[in-house]
């Protein structure tokens, strides 16, 4: 279907909403196969019955999935295009995992306290570690996406 109104194509743009898709969804996947499935140290909801928490997990797990599909897709009609900037999507990578980490890390650890990272230990040393490698993941990725802000698309080769 054709229209005169189509959206102008932005490759930096693109690139970079692609890459934060495919971060989040690496973020969620690590955290729910990681400390969900194989410390078991919590779930995703821990306020309730352990098949509450399993449930919720399932619905988290799907979450990452559609966040990495969806990214991938993007990615697909980058390469498609031939408007793939690869450093400024790696760090789009960068932002989305660092930037979901921190949010898990403050607004569901802390604000919400949906879960913490562990229970019955001193959470200062977890929490720490868990932020602190969120900002540097959000400040490596800033950094590219910064760094790429003029990048065109590489040469047809």
Known sequence: ?????????RPRRRNLLSGVFVGIGIAAFV???????????HHFYDKSTTAAGL???????????FAVVA???LF??????????PARW???????????????????HKL?????????????????TWNIAAVLMLAAGAFLVFRT?????????
């Open 71 to 73: 990214g991938l897709f």
């Open 1 to 9: 279907m054709n229209s005169s109104r189509t959206a102008p194509f």
């Open 112 to 128: 919400l306290t949906l879960h913490q990272i562990r229970y019955d230990v001193a959470l200062l040393p977890y929490d720490l």
């Open 31 to 41: 955290d729910e196969v990681v400390f969900h499935q194989l410390l078991q140290w």
């Open 90 to 108: 790696a760090g789009s990578v960068l932002l989305g995992t660092g930037g979901f980490q921190l949010y898990d890390g403050t607004v569901q």
């Open 149 to 157: 802000r003029d990048a065109e698309p590489l040469p047809r080769s």
């Open 76 to 85: 697909a009609d980058l390469r498609r295009h031939r408007a793939l900037i």
């Open 55 to 65: 449930f919720s997990d399932g619905l988290f797990h799907a979450f990452g999935w």
